[in-house]
């Protein structure tokens, strides 16, 4: 880490309240924290990055239930476990579970909070970890489900953007790519309203950020401008780029998708005339969207990011389990 990085975390951990609304420790979008909410966590990530070793759940079990595919969130999350001392289990593949069989979303999550004190659950189903969440003895923390929200992962984003920029307040912020189907970037804007960004939205007109998102921002007194181009002079004020995948698998007609998928692709060449201070974040996996040779340009911040989110979902963890 080098010393700017260094002083940027001292500076979260010596300049964030924290304050926690313990009335439910679930986490299924992050409507119901405010801004000294979501400083708070952030400056409790600071404190596991600073130290992400800690027995804190010892003799506690979390349990990961994966409905849909991940990398990066459920190896995070169980990292972020075996880290404190917890115990992990789960599956990442439904299929070998009894709901292949029929049982219902219900009867799992009665069944796994005998066993758990905390599920972590990924669903195909918008609005499923909420239900989960109604039904359920143990907290249950959403880790994305279907196009709806993915609240970890803007946790882990803002965090990035904190580290990388020293401040949250007035950014610029460039979303690029899939805005209709994008959970990641639906959930950014409810977590942004407390820090007076600017939103661009770019994406091709099949895949516009929906309706219901552009009326809370008009609603929260977001600022935002739509593109339909991605060249060098929209980007040219960025501080933050946000790029997303197309997500095959959201796409009721394959044909759409194919005309769709290569719309935006960031190039090397474009970041010339950046600002010094822009960051490239995607929340990732990138398929195309992203040139190979950004990897190596300093503006590239994804995979530090990926790694952001160990420190985030440790902070989660603990907040749902009402240990810090
Ligand atoms: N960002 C994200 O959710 O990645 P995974 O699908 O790999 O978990």
Same mark, same amino acid.
Request: proline share 11%.
């Given at each position: 880490m080098g010393t700017n990085q260094k002083q940027i975390l001292k500076h979260i951990l010596s300049n964030t309240d924290y304050s926690m609304d313990n009335s439910s420790r679930s986490l299924i979008s992050l409507e119901g924290l405010d801004r000294n909410d979501i400083l708070g966590l952030l400056r409790q990530a600071a404190t596991f990055e600073a130290k992400p070793d800690r027995k804190i759940l010892d003799g506690k079990v979390v349990a990961t239930l994966f409905f849909e595919p991940s990398t990066r969130t459920r190896l995070s999350f169980e990292t972020a476990v075996n880290r404190l001392g917890g115990r992990v289990i789960g599956f990442? /593949?439904?299929?070998?579970?009894s709901s292949s069989k029929g049982e219902t979303l219900k009867d799992t999550i009665m069944m796994v909070s005998n066993y758990a004190d905390l599920i972590i659950m990924r669903h195909y189903l918008e609005g499923a970890a909420k239900y989960a969440s109604e039904i359920s003895p143990v907290p249950i923390i959403n880790a994305g489900d279907g196009a709806n929200q993915h609240p970890s992962q803007t946790m882990l984003d803002l965090y990035s953007m904190l580290k990388t920029q020293g401040r949250l307040d007035g950014l610029e912020i460039f979303l690029v790519g899939d805005l209709k189907y994008g959970r990641t970037v639906h959930s950014m804007l409810t977590a942004m309203r407390f820090f007076n960004p600017t939103f661009h939205f770019i994406s091709p007109e099949e895949l516009r950020m929906p309706a219901e998102y552009k009326e809370f921002c008009r609603e929260n007194g977001i600022r935002f401008t739509e593109h339909s181009e991605f060249n060098e002079n929209v980007i040219s004020e960025a501080d933050i780029i946000y790029m997303t995948r197309v997500q095959r698998?959201?796409?009721? /007609?394959l044909m759409e998708y194919e005309r769709v998928k290569d719309s935006f692709i960031l190039r090397n060449?474009?970041?010339?005339?950046?600002?010094?201070n822009l960051r490239i974040l995607h929340?990732?996996?990138?398929?195309?969207?992203?040139?190979? /040779?950004? /990897?190596?340009?300093?503006?590239?911040?994804y995979f530090q990011q990926a790694k952001n989110g160990l420190f985030v979902r440790e902070a989660l963890i603990c907040n749902a389990l009402n240990l810090l």
């Open positions: 990442s /593949d439904a299929a070998t579970t698998e959201r796409f009721t /007609d060449d474009m970041l010339a005339g950046t600002k010094p929340p990732l996996p990138r398929v195309n969207e992203i040139s190979q /040779d950004v /990897d190596s340009n300093p503006k590239a911040y």
